[in-house]
């Protein structure tokens, strides 16, 4: 390939995802020297605004501090491009004289890929690089950045579970995760027996009943004299709507930019611990939001969430060659390996957390989910039983 490759960032910044800016800019260097790495500054916004640094120029050491630090270096952006917009970063980009852009984020952002794709005819190589604690990508057995929020949640919910054997009461967590309820559950992940909070996980997968939550709640205190719960914030109640939506009056909801439901905003929390009193009242009870903590929490990047991220950056420079497409993390049974699928099978799509995740007739982990989750995110502390 000729000259100039271009690389942003999008959507939320997690703790690895420099690792696949850096992993890009090196392989570049290695297999096109010479070449120009324009970093476009808060994503697509700077090819808009013709905002770059340029990447060519910083030395390698510099490049792999920055490679091991949380956050997007570059700069982010939730700027979800239509037709029209995505016109003006095609011209952004032809005036750059980009031979390929490399956009590292989640679903909008392949979405976005998509578009430009079909609206440049070939002239440039668009590539979607993964990225998301959400964990809910299609094609992807798992992406970067999940493993180590998931650390996070994993040694959230066992400090708080010891803590709450000590003075026993009802705890619950809510979790980032959006529509998927792969890092709530991931709250599961470092139980030390049957007795363990997480004693519920609450997924969107599963309509949400505030009655059976309530019941829930007293069942498990029945049985454990506490009770720890993980929530995602994606919840919804049967009739499809945000749980929040169903627990908040419209004119009190706090949205977004694009009049979204802020789903890990300071409703639902307060919408639950007000629940949690009417329903029992006289119970201990605290609900915290983990809120943006997880994704980029420098205590808890996992070795392999970055050397992983780093990789797919690499490997976005080969599916640049061949002409553009989607990276994707995939486990082959052994290992994870790395593919490049169609941007259509991944743009503007929703990965859910399988069905066999959770068990049947309660809103606990099932064997087949436990097993997903040790198997990325496998016990880091060694923790004594503790006698209460």
Not at 327 to 335: E, N, P, R, S
Request: hydrophobic content about 40%; some cysteine; glycine content about 12%.
């Amino acid at each position: 390939m000729a000259g100039t490759f271009v690389i942003a960032q999008g959507g939320g910044p997690t703790a690895v995802i420099n690792q696949t800016v850096v992993g890009a800019t090196l392989e570049i260097r290695k297999r096109h020297p010479g070449a120009r790495v324009l970093g476009s500054i808060h994503g697509v916004r700077g090819i808009r605004d013709g905002n770059y640094v340029d990447l060519s120029a910083i030395p390698e050491d510099r490049l792999r501090l920055i490679a091991g630090t949380p956050s997007a270096a570059l700069g982010s952006t939730r700027d979800k491009p239509d037709a029209a917009y995505c016109d003006v970063i095609l011209n952004g980009l032809k005036k750059a004289g980009a031979d390929a852009f490399i956009y590292i984020g989640g679903n909008d952002t392949s979405g976005t890929q998509q578009i430009l794709t079909d609206a440049a005819g070939g002239s440039i190589a668009f590539v979607h690089a993964p990225k998301t604690i959400d964990n809910d990508l299609e094609e992807n057995d798992h992406t970067p950045g999940f493993i180590s929020a998931a650390e996070f949640v994993a040694g959230a919910f066992l400090s708080v579970d010891l803590d709450f054997r000590a003075l026993p009461g009802i705890y619950v967590g809510i979790v980032m995760g959006r529509h998927a309820g792969f890092l709530t559950a991931a709250a599961a992940a470092w139980q030390l027996d049957p007795d363990s909070g997480p004693h519920l996980v609450y997924v969107p997968e599963r309509p949400f009943s505030a009655a059976g939550f309530i019941d829930d709640v007293r069942a498990t205190l029945d049985r454990h004299k506490r009770c720890i719960v993980a929530v995602s914030e994606g919840v919804s109640t049967a009739d499809g709507k945000a749980l929040v939506e169903s627990l908040v009056p419209p004119d009190k909801l706090e949205r977004d930019a694009h009049g979204n439901v802020k789903l890990s905003g300071s409703d639902l929390p307060a919408a639950l611990e007000r629940a949690l009193a009417e329903g029992l009242p006289g119970k201990r009870a605290r609900v915290d939001a983990l809120g943006y903590m997880p994704r980029g929490y420098i205590g808890a990047i996992s070795a392999v969430d970055a050397q992983e991220a780093f990789d797919a950056g690499a490997f976005a420079v080969s599916v640049a060659e061949q002409g553009g497409g989607s990276v994707a993390l995939q486990y082959d049974g052994t290992k994870t390996v790395l593919k490049k699928v169609p941007l259509k099978n991944v743009a503007g799509k929703t990965r859910h957390m399988p069905d066999d995740f959770m068990k049947p007739d309660v809103n606990q982990l099932s064997d087949t989910g436990m097993a997903y989750l040790k198997r990325l995110v496998p016990e880091k502390y060694k923790v004594g039983k503790p006698f209460v």
